[in-house]
């Protein structure tokens, strides 16, 4: 009996794919569950496995990088031929079949994991890295790989023990709930001694039994590796305090580079010197961009076409906060265990601003506009993966002092990698600082849904005309970007000009006038 076999339906936007190459050759003799072929897709690749057991035969046009469609002819097998050549090659696996008969059977069941919801305003990810290859057993709980969002990166670990098949690939952008990998769920441990040669044999079994190593033991995790690779630490010498001794990414930040020893020199000069490239020599290098990079990057674009943005400017005469700072200063830190800075005026004046020209704080939602009595402040900062926005819950009723805690925690847990989806989601106004890097003057570009967004910038001494006189004041300037399609031109040019009221005459904080 001939049984054919077509390409199968992988997806409901998916209508062809791609043989990426053959495992088995016509004329083989195959057995129910083989690998025959791998598929690519434009989302993922998928594993071809045989429907039942005998010899067989690829389809003409079915050769490797052939593009078919949905249903095509693949192949087709003739069951029940071959038994032969099955058999013999039965019998010269008998031995290592009863070798490993004793040891990690398979249950049959195919676990599926598909990509975690995680966050309410994230559709997609990206596949970072993987921390292990296709195939390897994995254990219930084991890192498998690392994903990337436009906003934080989460590690997905094993929800079984067994056999790993990868479905997605590295750099791969991944929907919610699409598939990133199966696990052939096994029973009995690892299979590593079945999986050893004859001559290591005798080791083998004192290592299953001292139970003192595994695969993670002494392996960095895609973030540790990221830190010790810039530390230039190797990892072998950090000691993991992770699961099984996995180096975690807490290790790699405390981990120092060992002390040069002096055998180290003696390689070196054995080995070919590093090319240095010479005086005037043009070089050019290439990195892939991160997953955080391409997704900030299209939200952007996608802001500067699906808005109707505008900026206005205005300038803040910065010496009355100046004052009240260097008058306070030592006895707000003495009280508060904080530093008074500037980004705590700005917020709390912003948050007044907000409540006299609520449309500033608003958002479009389809044929709606949202307005929110509230304010959640999100502060810009620039973390290593790239620019993140933190937000500060119900600034407007915070205090001077609690603004900045909350500054100063958010913006430590950005550069340390730690901010959770929860403290970057929701933010009704943005506040970014581009005078910390030198930045005169600037037009920030709307964090969407939001409305608005405040630049803030560097403080230089200018002179500056008052009461027919001139002087020389500490000047910054400020710019609020924002969508002309739900802020008019007056309440963006009155919302900045009550912001530099506030600011020139920060008694009006206290006092709410």
Not at 175 to 200: H, L, N, R, T, W
Request: net charge negative; aromatic share 4%; proline share 5%.
């Amino acid at each position: 009996m001939s049984l054919q076999m077509n390409v199968p339906a992988v997806g409901e936007s998916i209508t062809e794919v791609t043989i990426a190459r053959w495992l088995v050759e016509s004329g083989d003799t195959v057995e129910l569950d083989d690998v025959l072929c791998e598929l690519e897709s434009d989302k993922a690749t998928f594993e071809l496995v045989a429907e039942a057991d005998g010899v067989i035969t690829i389809a003409e046009g079915a050769e490797e990088d052939a593009t078919l469609e949905i249903g095509a002819l693949l192949c087709t097998i003739e069951e029940g031929a071959g038994g032969a050549p099955k058999a013999a090659s039965t019998e010269e696996a008998a031995p290592a079949s009863a070798a490993s008969s004793e040891g990690p059977k398979a249950t049959g069941e195919v676990m599926e994991m598909v990509v975690p919801t995680v966050g309410e305003s994230i559709s997609e990810v990206t596949i970072a890295s993987w921390a292990k290859e296709d195939g390897d057993y994995v254990e219930l709980d084991d890192l498998l790989c690392e994903i990337e969002s436009d906003k934080a990166t989460f590690e997905l670990t094993a929800e079984e023990s067994g056999i790993l098949r990868i479905i997605a690939q590295e750099d791969e952008t991944l929907e919610i709930g699409a598939p990133i990998c199966k696990i052939e769920v096994m029973e009995g441990g690892a299979p590593a001694a079945a999986a050893s040669s004859d001559a290591p044999a005798a080791s083998a079994p004192s290592a299953a039994v001292s139970g003192d190593t595994t695969y993670a033991t002494g392996h960095a995790s895609p973030a540790a590796a990221k830190i010790l690779a810039e530390k230039g630490i190797d990892p072998s010498t950090v000691k993991g305090t992770g699961v099984d001794g996995r180096i975690t990414k807490e290790d790699a930040e405390k981990a120092q580079k060992p002390a040069a020893a002096p055998k180290k020199s003696a390689p070196k000069a054995a080995e070919a010197p590093a090319p240095v490239a010479a005086p005037g020599e043009r070089v050019q290098r290439r990195e892939k961009m991160t997953a955080l990079r391409k997704t900030v990057s299209r939200r952007l674009v996608s802001v500067k076409n699906e808005t109707a943005m505008l900026t206005t400017f205005n300038e803040v005469d910065m010496k009355p906060v100046m004052d009240l700072r260097k008058k306070y200063k030592e006895m707000f830190k003495d009280k508060h265990e904080i530093g008074l800075g500037f980004m705590s005026f700005f917020t709390k004046a912003v948050t007044v601003a907000l409540q006299e020209w609520p449309a500033v704080n608003a958002y479009i939602d389809g044929n709606e506009l949202v307005y929110n009595d509230y304010a959640d402040v999100s502060i810009a900062v620039s973390a290593p993966k790239g620019l993140v926005v933190p937000v500060i819950r119900n600034a407007e009723s915070l205090s001077l002092a609690d603004i900045e805690k909350e500054v100063r925690r958010l913006a430590l847990k950005a550069r340390d990698n730690k901010l959770t989806i929860p403290e970057m989601e929701g933010g009704t106004f943005t506040i970014t600082n581009g005078g910390v890097f030198g930045s005169m003057l600037s037009t920030p570009i709307i964090n969407a849904p939001q409305s608005a967004i405040l630049g803030m910038h560097n403080i230089v001494e200018r002179p500056v005309a008052i009461n027919g006189e001139v002087h020389i004041r500490p000047i910054m300037y400020v710019a609020l970007s924002y969508d002309h399609r739900i802020i008019d031109g007056r309440e963006s040019v009155s919302f900045l000009k009550r912001v530099k009221e506030l600011l020139e005459d920060p008694i009006r904080l206290l006092l709410d006038v």
